[in-house]
């Protein structure tokens, strides 16, 4: 049964509902055709707005004609999967963080193709990226440093990496991480713009790479020497340590920004109330994101390698 429109919103997402989706495609439809367009349809193509709309997979603008699917311009783009599939698949990895590898969602999902669970585990790291786009603020840690997957021996990715300071507990909070190509002025200020909010005081060792961050808009503070451990150049032990714990290293240069990506993800949706708040993010970042398809994923372009 189609749930009314107006009380999409109102389902608590938890174990429970995810378990009832999977035999209720039709309650999925509702609850992600409301997600995806809270006001009504809204046809991207014309924009025009059709409040009245039940939902549907498919829907007809009765504007300008184009056919939409409540999939189109999202991760989902394209896929003939059932909706349900999908809101397992989210829910799994919000909830699981070892064991997440494609075998594991193949088999949890029926899925005839490994490519297939493969894809979508990288699609979601797409949307994670996507989704968690709040920048660091205040006291900001700055540093970088290489990443060495442990199949991927002796070559290593650059990892710049930023940390917000809580004070006065001096704890972690929000984190940002990206690879880079070399430690330059260009790559530190074009991470800082998407990573760290103007004004805020970044911290970060005496180099050249980091000395135009005052005309960025940063109060620019040089690490002493002596002051350690550094928090940025940590969280990127921590990060590679957490690589060839979970995903056993088997992970290739070429995708390390999508671990960065879930690495990151996993840290700052700690900082959410409940599993539901952390499933609702990852689904903003599934329904805003724009398609990729597979052959894409394996032709990332591959980070700056050094041995
Ligand atoms: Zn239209």
Not at 112 to 124: D, E
Not at 210 to 227: I, K, M, S, W
Not at 228 to 248: C, D, G, M, T
Request: net charge positive; proline share 6%.
């Amino acid at each position: 049964m189609n749930e009314p429109l107006n009380r999409t919103n109102t389902f608590s997402v938890n174990e429970q509902q995810i378990q009832k989706w999977l035999t209720d495609e039709e309650g999925c439809l509702a609850f992600l055709f409301h997600k995806r367009w809270p006001q009504g349809f809204h046809c991207p193509y014309c924009r025009w707005q059709h409040q009245q709309l039940p939902p549907s997979r498919t829907v007809i603008c009765a504007h300008c004609g184009h056919p939409s699917s409540i999939s189109t311009n999202t991760i989902m783009h394209g896929s003939k999967k059932a909706l349900s599939k999908w809101l397992l698949a989210i829910w799994w990895i919000c909830a699981n963080e070892t064991e997440t590898s494609a075998k594991n969602l193949q088999r949890l999902l029926k899925l005839s193709s490994y490519q297939t669970a493969w894809t979508w585990l990288q699609k979601l790291r797409m949307a994670m990226g996507t989704a968690d786009n709040t920048a660091c603020h205040g006291l900001v840690e700055l540093g970088c440093a290489p990443v060495m997957p442990a199949w991927e021996k002796p070559n290593q990715a650059l990892v710049v990496a930023a940390a917000e300071t809580i004070l006065p507990a001096g704890i972690t909070g929000r984190i940002r991480m990206t690879t880079i190509e070399r430690l330059e002025p260009s790559a530190i200020n074009a991470f800082l713009r998407t990573a760290v909010t103007a004004g805020s005081s970044v911290f970060a060792p005496g180099l050249p790479a980091y000395r135009e961050v005052a005309q960025e808009g940063y109060l620019y503070v040089v690490d002493a020497p002596t002051q350690n451990p550094h928090r940025a150049e940590q969280l990127i032990k921590s990060f590679e340590i957490w690589l060839n714990k979970v995903h056993r290293g088997g992970v290739a240069l070429k995708h390390l920004q999508l671990y960065l990506n879930e690495f990151c993800f996993r840290s700052n949706s700690a900082m959410l109330p409940n599993m539901e708040a952390v499933f609702n993010l990852l689904l903003e970042g599934v329904l805003a994101h724009k398609p990729k398809p597979y052959r894409e994923l394996v032709s990332t372009r591959i980070a700056k390698e050094t041995s």
